[in-house]
């Protein structure tokens, strides 16, 4: 209703009425300073604009005593205006430095769990083939296909359109989203098809700028007999690429020990890096680190909850607080040890619930620390919340979250109505919270709903909204969570760059790519966010970030591409100086997002 207390979203629809006048005025808290107030009226929400009723009403109220005065003008002179003002008055103008959280619509983090995955791939493997025909085209001046890429980020980007994304849409929306999904899939499938050739030996790509151990599925007889294992149908090995390189598959292959990675017992486990053991729900009871040599755990891990997941308002946008009031703790029929070589463990459980079941399989592995749980979950559930659990013991008042361009510190504690209000925030593939010597991460390969307290973390995965599409979610879901015990903080212990495993694999191409021309060099890693051919295509475009929040110096060297001119430009691409010659050399400020554009000139 439009009273007073509650017409806080007096602007939303663009109406122009007596409330939303006084609703913009009321709400406004630097009238000492400037009193010129901008309202942009006219049906939104989907379109419609202004109408003969709105203009008449306009004119009315500006006889009306007590409203404030209204007249009629451009956008661009009320903000030219309002230049000038603050320019007039910077020293008493409030500087908001941090986080403007929205304390609402909690639950368009989870809402319509395919598009979120989808967009989170997308989003990695544009940015990939774009890295690929690059350097390709660097190399070996194949042609880049801009059209085609303009056509899928196009796509992708409508589809990041409210409510489309948010998963508050009707449910035909979602319908022609899946449509629209496959055929992008399948343009991104022919163009990686299009950077291979048969004759070519296979070749593992890392665009990373890190070196990056993983393990990659093989075609059977690919690699050396001992230096391969198969599990559920597929032949994998270990490789090792160092930052931003291509190597032929025999030469990246990593040799594997003899023996396997885990001794087993009927509720325990003991692996190179942890002792695990668990109960009879099928809820982890105990991760110790052999290395750190102390408990990961602090209570229980990878347990299942379900809640009733009925907000006053908005379903599909809505998570309300008291969801936490009724909820139910899952368990399993069991964890039983299926594979056991060297590369890995793998524990199995299922979980049935309602009309729904949840199969998992938990990875444990020789290479690294991180401890995968890949879930397949046939949801069935209405009006019910699905959320992970892991108790860590670790004592921290912030935990830090990643988003696009780095990381945000939230509380773990509701010392404030603000820090309460917080009780389900974004992430993108990863949240930590450590001490200073010690710390655990949640990583994921799809999901974005968040929820620590104290030392808990939460990870939401699926809710069935009933409205505005009464099927939301049903079906199957795949998805990967981890769990990320690292020493010291999340720079120390890398946890980006591991999350970077479950999201964004190694390519593997039969190619001519010998070898990638650019090297990158820098105290710490420096993200890679895009390399690609420039919009006007007179040159490449390499647009990087800090993720740390620290300065670094970063130099990057090209080879065998001939003489490159470069220089920097903001992210529409316009030069800030002139074309300069080598060496390419400039500085980041702590979560600084720099472009530089790349020249070649001849060989």
């Not at 194949?142 to 409510?163: C, G, I, M, R």
């Not at 809505?318 to 139910?328: C, R």
């Not at 890949?374 to 949801?379: C, L, R």
Request: glycine share 6%.
């Amino acid at each position: 209703s439009w009273t007073e207390k509650s017409n806080w979203f007096y602007t939303y629809n663009g109406l122009l009425t007596p409330e939303t006048v006084l609703g913009v005025y009321r709400s406004y808290q630097n009238k000492a300073l400037n009193q010129h107030l901008l309202i942009s009226y006219g049906h939104g929400d989907g379109g419609g604009g202004v109408t003969r009723e709105m203009l008449e009403n306009r004119r009315k109220m500006a006889e009306i005593p007590g409203l404030p005065m209204l007249k009629t003008g451009r956008a661009a002179d009320f903000f030219e205006e309002l230049h000038e003002t603050v320019d007039q008055n910077s020293n008493d103008l409030p500087i908001w430095d941090g986080e403007l959280y929205l304390e609402y619509h909690r639950g368009t983090y989870t809402s319509q769990a395919f598009i979120k995955k989808m967009n989170r791939w997308f989003e990695i493997r544009l940015r990939e083939l774009e890295c690929l025909y690059s350097l390709q085209s660097m190399t070996a001046g194949t042609a880049y296909p801009a059209a085609v890429f303009e056509k899928l980020w196009k796509s992708v980007l409508k589809n990041q359109f409210h409510d489309i994304i948010p998963g508050s849409s009707i449910k035909e929306v979602y319908q022609d989203y899946r449509n629209e999904a496959l055929a992008c899939q399948k343009q991104l499938h022919a163009l990686t098809t299009a950077l291979e050739t048969e004759e070519q030996q296979l070749r593992i790509i890392n665009t990373a700028t890190w070196q990056r151990t993983s393990i990659i599925a093989v075609a059977p007889g690919t690699v050396p007999e001992q230096q391969q294992v198969f599990f559920d149908g597929s032949c994998y090995a270990l490789v090792h690429l160092p930052a931003f390189q291509a190597s032929l598959l025999p030469d990246c292959i990593c040799a594997l020990p003899l023996e396997a990675v885990s001794v087993s017992e009927k509720d325990r486990l003991e692996t190179p890096f942890y002792q695990v053991r668990w109960n009879e729900a099928g809820h982890l009871t105990q991760i110790y680190d052999k290395t750190a040599q102390r408990e990961v755990l602090a209570g229980t891990g990878n347990v299942f909850q379900l809640f009733e997941d009925k907000p006053l308002n908005f379903d599909a946008w809505d998570i309300d607080l008291f969801y936490q009031e009724k909820g139910t703790e899952l368990s399993s029929a069991g964890i039983q040890v299926i594979a056991n070589n060297p590369l890995f463990t793998v524990l199995e459980q299922q979980v049935t619930f309602g009309q729904s079941t949840i199969l998992q399989k938990i990875y444990f592995y020789a290479h690294t620390k991180r401890i995968d749980f890949v879930t397949t979950v046939d949801w069935q559930e209405r009006q019910q919340l699905l959320k992970v659990k892991f108790d860590v013991n670790i004592r921290a008042t912030e935990a830090i979250f990643d988003i696009q361009h780095g990381n945000v510190k939230r509380p773990t504690h509701w010392n404030t109505s603000w820090d309460i209000a917080k009780f389900e925030t974004v992430g993108h593939q990863w949240a930590d919270v450590a001490q200073m010597d010690y710390g655990v991460a949640l990583l994921n390969d799809c999901k974005y709903g968040y929820d620590i307290k104290g030392n808990q973390l939460r990870l939401s995965l699926l809710k069935g909204a009933t409205y505005p599409d009464p099927q939301a979610d049903l079906g199957s879901h795949t998805l990967t969570y981890s769990l990320f015990p690292h020493q010291g903080d999340f720079a120390t212990g890398q946890v980006m760059e591991e999350a970077w495993e479950i999201n964004a694999p190694l390519s593997q191409l039969q190619t001519e790519m010998a070898s990638i021309p650019l090297e990158i060099e820098a105290d710490e890693s420096v993200i890679i966010d895009a390399l690609k051919l420039a919009e006007d295509q007179s040159g490449w475009i390499l647009r990087c970030y800090d993720h740390l929040g620290s300065d670094r110096d970063v130099t990057i060297h090209c080879h065998g591409t001939g003489k490159i001119r470069w220089q920097e430009t903001n992210m529409m691409e316009e030069a800030s100086e002139e074309l300069k010659a080598e060496p390419i050399a400039f500085s980041l400020h702590p979560y600084e997002v720099k472009t530089i554009k790349l020249v070649l000139s001849e060989k």
